[in-house]
């Protein structure tokens, strides 16, 4: 037990809570990534059938639903896997 105790002596605090921190939440970074890439994905999507719309094309309804749902949850993910200090 000395032996573990000293050695948790040697690490530094601050990195010592960093490390802690990432152990409760691991991929942060990956997950948020992800979810900001389908949230561009969802975004662009919608602005497309926006102009498609504008210009007198044909858009089907339910297309138009799924990707602002597409959107809504996205966004979502994004604000709930946010850092909460």
């Known amino acids: 037990m000395?032996?573990?105790?000293?050695?948790?002596?040697?690490?530094?605090?601050?990195?010592r809570d960093r490390l802690l921190k990432e152990s409760q939440t691991p991929w942060r970074g990956l997950?948020?990534?992800v979810?900001?890439?389908?949230?561009?994905?969802?975004?662009?999507?919608?602005?497309?059938?926006?102009f498609r719309l504008s210009?007198?094309?044909v858009v089907d309804l339910s297309d138009l639903g799924i990707q602002g749902g597409a959107l809504l949850l996205f966004s979502a993910l994004l604000w709930f896997d946010r850092t909460r200090d």
Do not use: C, I, N
Not at 2 to 15: N, V
Not at 37 to 46: I, V
């Open 2 to 15: 000395s032996d573990q105790q000293s050695q948790q002596s040697r690490l530094d605090p601050a990195l």
């Open 31 to 33: 997950r948020r990534l």
């Open 35 to 50: 979810w900001f890439a389908l949230f561009a994905s969802a975004g662009l999507g919608l602005f497309t059938m926006a």
């Open 55 to 57: 210009s007198g094309d």
